[in-house]
């Protein structure tokens, strides 16, 4: 059945919601690509993040299921390298929002998933994400691997079932119903901030468990 969840910022300056969702309307999985850990490092909230293998929990679905009813102001994004993926997140508070292309033609968003969210109720939330469809880039992962698997069964049929909601969405029109987008124009709602080569760096040094010289990464 689907739920509608929360959409909230810890500080709660930004709230909305995450409406219908269902196992049957997303994909859910845990990626431990080095970008994904960058960015939680980048936001100075890996611990709350990312999983003992450095994996990020992700729902990846159609961005018209996200509404954001205050604090849209609040809404900044990132890139990694020029043209890496969006990163979204709150300003205020540096909480994880999701990641998408730099267009809305195809219209996805990966929804992060903070480790035990405050206040959440987790059947609701387990009952609407649904279990783990496989694990993505398991090479990068940190720590012991050896019960994680090959990371390369399963990403297949978890490729597959990301194209069908994508497919969906965009036949539904969801491309034009973004949060992130301008409707009009297909701009970004927030300039993108690209890391120079300098703050990549540090975000990798932080990531990767080396002492950087720089700790603090410019909003």
Known sequence: MPHDLPLRCTCGALRGVAR??????????LCHCADCQ???????RADEI???NGGSDIFQMSPARLVIREGADRLACMRLTPKGLLRWYARCCRTPIGNTLAKPNVPFVGWIQLRGGAGRDDRAWDEAL??????????SAKGDRSQ???GGRGSLPILLRFASVVLVARL???HKASPFFDPRTGSPRAIPQV?????LRDVEQARDGAPSPSTRIRD
Not at 38 to 44: K, R, V
Not at 130 to 139: C, D, F, K, Q, T
């Open 50 to 52: 990312l999983d003992a």
């Open 38 to 44: 960058s960015f939680a490092h980048f936001l100075g």
């Open 195 to 199: 890391l120079s080569e300098q703050e």
């Open 172 to 174: 539904r029109g969801d």
């Open 20 to 29: 219908g969702v269902s196992p049957s309307h997303g994909n859910h999985l």
């Open 148 to 150: 994680l698997g090959s």
């Open 130 to 139: 649904g279990p783990l469809r496989g694990r993505l880039n398991v090479g």
